[in-house]
């Protein structure tokens, strides 16, 4: 199943492979290294790393406004699953997402779902225009964000 923003962003990386061949061929090895070293870092969150597992992030509302580029994503975190565990609590949270250049959402039980992070949500590609690619898992989707920054706000845990 191809997915235009995991394609475009593979072009970037291969554009940054080529890039760093063409400046310095001497470098190969560092070339090949940033090829090879696609890899996602998880971010951590007021509660720490949002562990892995479909359960972490429950998903209640998604919007899209591509007139003003504001992605907003609205649910409740699992307090079991955060790295600083609040045991049998939900976390009422609203992410907002800046300066969005594309966003997309995969079913989390689709061919393309099994995108390889170290968390629920986790930052990608980092490009030197300062825009991010967010990868971010909830409990039915996969979104794959391109944006300038996030803000993440929160409820008062609750049972």
């Not at 429950?58 to 591509?66: E, G, I, R, T």
């Not at 992410?95 to 779902?113: A, M, P, R, Y």
């Not at 825009?131 to 964000?145: H, W």
Request: net charge negative; proline share 1%; hydrophobic share 40%.
């Amino acid at each position: 199943m191809a997915n235009k923003l995991l394609k475009r962003t593979l072009n970037s990386w291969l554009a940054s492979f080529l890039s760093i061949l063409a400046n310095n061929f001497a470098s190969l090895s560092k070339a090949l290294g940033v090829l090879l070293k696609i890899a996602t870092k998880a971010v951590s969150t007021r509660y720490g790393l949002l562990l892995n597992g479909r359960c972490c992030i429950h998903l209640d509302d998604y919007s899209w406004n591509q007139d003003v580029g504001v992605v907003t994503l609205e649910g409740d975190l699992n307090g079991n699953l955060v790295e600083h565990t609040i045991k049998d609590k939900w976390i009422p949270f609203k992410l907002t997402l800046s300066g969005v250049i594309n966003s997309e959402h995969i079913q989390e039980d689709s061919d393309f779902s099994d995108i390889e992070t170290k968390s629920n949500f986790d930052v990608g590609l980092v490009k030197s225009n300062g825009i991010i690619t967010l990868i971010i898992k909830t409990y039915d989707d996969v979104f794959v964000v391109e944006c300038n920054s996030y803000k993440w706000e929160y409820e008062a845990p609750y049972t």
